[in-house]
């Protein structure tokens, strides 16, 4: 209560590139995953608040400056997320058929810029490098079945590529080892209990693990426990039946590390990966991974990096620590910058799940309402906001589209994909979504 700014005070715009909100919500989470996205329910009753004002196609950096936002808002929050992808830095990453995460996901999900993406899924075995909930993302849709697939919001051309796709076994590679896996429990199962699918890992790989579970945290010792089940336990009757009906492999594996992406004989695409062996060397949280000395070569024509996203800068007025790919900040409140805040992925980097994003957002929110309330945000002085904004946009030509506009593409998009079975057909091309929008 103490924190509460007046009615008067709270007025809220919220500046999206795309002229679709709900950013990573949209696009990253996997379209078999419905019920992560109902936090749109949520974002969308913000959105319609009185004093919430939402300005897609809006590009903050280019149409609009940040110190121009500035001149027109009493604070800024900076909120963009983490568009760049961690490179491998290995030969061969620029082969044909070597993709990262980011794109992939993408390229299934609708964004615009990735809907060009096209990857080969003529081979039998891809390699995923990084073993997080995303690399266990793209794993899943690679092997689901085209029937689970096609009640989702994939995009068609995605799903018209899984349905041909060749691949039929996926390796989740890793530098580290089995306790050490980045992935969640809810995701580890869901690969376990995929349809269609059985687990192949190496037993030699598991040796000592099941001596530690007495010491490890829960959360830890149940994700190593149902790890342990899958790799090297024997399954009953019933598991036996279903593993040995299925048509595609999916594994971990674990203590390797990318030296190479090997081409084809005619140099252009990738045929396979040649990987380190290493060992650990450290325990509990200092544990680290040392090369042996030692090389395999997997054979393999998709290779997909799912090794951490980065942020970028969007604008050169900004703080910006290019080594941690992040906003300099304190609490959210940006260094050496009044009336500047950021929140999210590129406040503390590219790690969490959407509850962990938002209530780090709560706490940028915190700081901000705690600032007015000293008065070292001074909210005395009068700003025109959006006024102020659209009259440099309208200068520019650039034509911002409302919350309104926004439902006019999402009831299009949900009547398409009515007619497929789905629960929208997502628009890929942003001419397109402007066109509906000003219908």
């Avoid at 989470?29 to 939402?54: G, L, M, W, Y």
């Avoid at 590529?161 to 076994?169: G, I, M």
């Avoid at 336990?233 to 019933?238: K, N, R």
């Amino acid at each position: 209560p103490s924190l509460t700014v007046p009615d008067s005070v709270a007025l809220v715009d919220i500046y999206e590139r795309l002229p679709v909100p709900f950013g990573l919500v949209r696009f990253g989470v996997a379209p078999d995953h419905p019920e992560v996205k109902n936090v749109i329910n949520t974002f969308t009753q913000t959105a319609q608040h009185a004093r919430c004002s939402f300005h897609g196609n809006v590009r903050v950096g280019k149409d609009v400056t940040v110190e121009e936002l500035q001149e027109a808002y009493h604070a800024v929050v900076l909120s963009y997320g983490a568009e760049g992808n961690r490179t491998m830095g290995v030969p061969g990453e620029d082969l044909a058929g070597v993709y990262s995460a980011k794109d992939f996901v993408g390229w299934y999900n609708g964004l615009p810029r990735n809907s060009e993406l096209r990857p080969d899924l003529s081979c039998e075995t891809a390699v995923i490098l990084g073993q997080g909930n995303v690399a266990l993302d793209v794993a899943r849709i690679l092997l689901s079945p085209v029937d689970i697939l096609k009640k989702t919001d994939i995009t068609q051309h995605a799903l018209d590529a899984l349905a041909e796709s060749s691949v039929r076994r996926v390796l989740i590679v890793g530098r580290r080892g089995p306790l050490q896996v980045a992935c969640t429990i809810k995701e580890l199962r869901e690969m376990v209990n995929l349809p269609g699918t059985r687990p192949e890992m190496e037993a030699s790989e598991f040796e000592g693990i099941a001596e530690t579970l007495k010491s490890l945290a829960r959360p830890r010792k149940r994700l190593t426990e149902l790890l342990l089940k899958a790799a090297i336990e024997t399954p009953g009757e019933e598991e036996l039946e279903r593993r040995n009906r299925a048509e595609r492999a999916w594994g971990f594996r674990f203590l390797r590390k990318p030296l190479e992406v090997l081409p084809s004989t005619d140099l252009i695409r990738a045929a396979g990966i040649r990987l380190a062996v290493n060992r650990l060397e450290g325990d509990g949280e200092g544990v680290r991974a040392v090369a042996t000395g030692e090389v395999e070569d997997v054979e393999c024509g998709l290779v997909i990096s799912s090794i951490g996203y980065k942020s970028l800068l969007i604008d050169p007025a900004v703080p910006f620590d290019a080594r941690k790919a992040i906003i300099p900040n304190t609490m959210g409140r940006v260094q050496q910058t009044a009336g500047l805040y950021c929140s999210g992925w590129v406040k503390r980097g590219p790690t969490g799940v959407i509850a962990t994003t938002m209530n780090d957002s709560f706490d940028t929110a915190r700081t901000l309402l705690q600032d007015i309330g000293k008065g070292t945000l001074d909210v005395s002085t009068v700003k025109p906001g959006s006024q102020g904004v659209s009259t440099l946009l309208e200068k520019r030509g650039v034509k911002p589209v409302s919350f309104s506009d926004w439902e006019k593409i999402d009831s299009e998009e949900t009547r398409r994909g009515e007619i497929k079975g789905k629960p929208r057909e997502k628009m890929l091309d942003v001419g397109e979504m402007l066109q509906v929008a000003r219908a």
